[in-house]
Each structure stands twice: as structure tokens, then as C-alpha cells.
């Protein structure tokens, strides 16, 4: 059966990457999410895409600028359709006490090499302290991430994010030792799909929002997808 993930909770519905996001997922008994990573000044692991605070809080800096306590003040609806209650950006932290999914892809965004090393040990501690090691991947289309992971994290489970035909994603995803293939829904050929798989890799299809192609991956065989409206590919794809 393939398996659903929420994409940035369930972006469709709630501004993305946000507690009620998550838990919008969760109400939809989707129980596995994706998110995204980045540090907070003072070494917090916070919740947002981007690297810069404008699309989703309409702050002018970046997140890197701004310490987590200041961060989580800043409403993040400005990612998603209208909410009615503000929604700050959460902490790593928060999401991992307040929501239980059963797995976690965790996406670290591109890094230099010392803030990829500092991510990845970040989440280790994290992922320890909260008991999850066996509950997280740690994803990323970076090569500096992937290198931290391998050299200071190797317990931890990989993927390589992979958006682009150019560079061919299983060879960069067994260099790197990745457990699971985050592969764009474009680049998800059957022939793709099954050569993936027999190299053991969990293969993950982003971001899949029509129906139809749920319904085409999942006859291809793809392992999980990654969706906006996890609750709509609930009804598309499990039976009641």
C-alpha cells in the first residue's frame, strides 16, 4: 500500500509548516509528515522553508538572523490559505511533543559546511532526547548535508531529495548511503520506481495533489507519496 505524508503538514489547508498544519494532517489520521529545517541563530532547530522570514511572516532578515525566541513570535499565515487565528512559527520541539506521527521526513535546507554539521547534530540530539531515532528521516538535495549525515550521524536514516533528470538521483543516493529516494513526481518513471527499489530505497513522490496521479503512482508502485491535502489522498487512496 502506498503510504501518505503530509507535505509541510497539509499545506492545502493550513499555512504550511505550523502547528495547526500539523495537526490538520493528523485530524485527516494521516500519520506521517514533511517538513523543513532551519537553524535559528542561537542553534534551534525551526520549522520553515524558507531561508528568508518575507513569504511567510512578511519580516524583512533571514531566520539565521533572529533568535527562537524571537522567532516564534512572528505569524507564519502568510504561507497557506486564510486561517483565522495567528500561527507562530514552531520549533522542532514543539512538533515532536505535541504531534504524534509515526514518521517524520525531516528536510535540512541547503547549508555550508559548518551549518550543515551543526543541523544534523542538532537533530540527533533532538531525535534522542524524544526517543524518535527509529521515526526520522533526514532528507536534503544538499551535498553538505548528506556528507555532515554520513560522517556525524551515520545512526540516523537518510534520503536524498532529488528535483532534477540531470544528475542520476540512485547513484547520488547510494553514495551517500540514503535509505530513502525523495524523488519529484516528474522523475517518477516505473522503469525509475523499480530500479530504486531493488537498490532497497524507500521511494517517496513529491508533491502529488491530483487524484488521478495518486492513483497512478500508487499503481506504479511508489512506496509513499508527499501531498498538500493529505486528507483527499486519504479518501483517494485508502479504502474505508
Known amino acids: 500500500m502506498t503510504l501518505i505524508y503530509g507535505h509541510r503538514g497539509a499545506k492545502g489547508e493550513a499555512p ?34 524558507d531561508p528568508t522570514l518575507k513569504r511567510t511572516t512578511r519580516h524583512r532578515g533571514r531566520v ?7 522567532l516564534v513570535q512572528f505569524d507564519a499565515r502568510g504561507g497557506g490559505p486564510g486561517w483565522p487565528h495567528p500561527c507562530p512559527i514552531p520549533r522542532l520541539a514543539e512538533l515532536f511533543e505535541q504531534c504524534p506521527f509515526e514518521h517524520w521526513q525531516l528536510e535540512v535546507k541547503s547549508a555550508s559546511r559548518t ?9 540527533k540530539a533532538l ?10 528521516c533526514v532528507t536534503s538535495s544538499s551535498r553538505e548535508v548528506l556528507r555532515a549525515l554520513n560522517r556525524l550521524t551515520p545512526e540516523l536514516s537518510c534520503g536524498l531529495i532529488a528535483e532534477y533528470a540531470w544528475l542520476d538521483p540512485l547513484k547520488i543516493a547510494r553514495h551517500y548511503n540514503c535509505d530513502l529516494l525523495a524523488l519529484n513526481w516528474t522523475l517518477c518513471t516505473p522503469e525509475r520506481l523499480l530500479k530504486a ?24 508502485g511508489a512506496d509513499s507519496i508527499i501531498t498538500d491535502f493529505p486528507g483527499l489522498a486519504r479518501k483517494t487512496l485508502v479504502q474505508p
Open 127 to 136: 531525535v534522542e532526547r524524544y526517543g524518535l531515532q527509529d521515526k526520522v
Open 64 to 70: 539565521a538572523q533572529h533568535d527562537a525566541t524571537e
Open 16 to 49: 504550511e509548516n505550523t502547528l495547526a498544519s500539523f495537526q490538520r494532517c493528523l485530524e485527516h489520521d494521516v500519520r506521517r509528515c514533511e517538513l523543513d529545517l532551519h537553524l535559528s541563530r542561537d542553534g534551534e532547530l525551526m520549522v520553515i522553508h
Open 197 to 220: 527499489q531493488k537498490q532497497g530505497l524507500h521511494v517517496s513522490v513529491w508533491t502529488v495533489n491530483e487524484p488521478a496521479l495518486m492513483r497512478r503512482l500508487a499503481d506504479f
Open 115 to 123: 551549518r550543515a554539521a551543526r543541523s544534523v547534530l542538532a537533530i
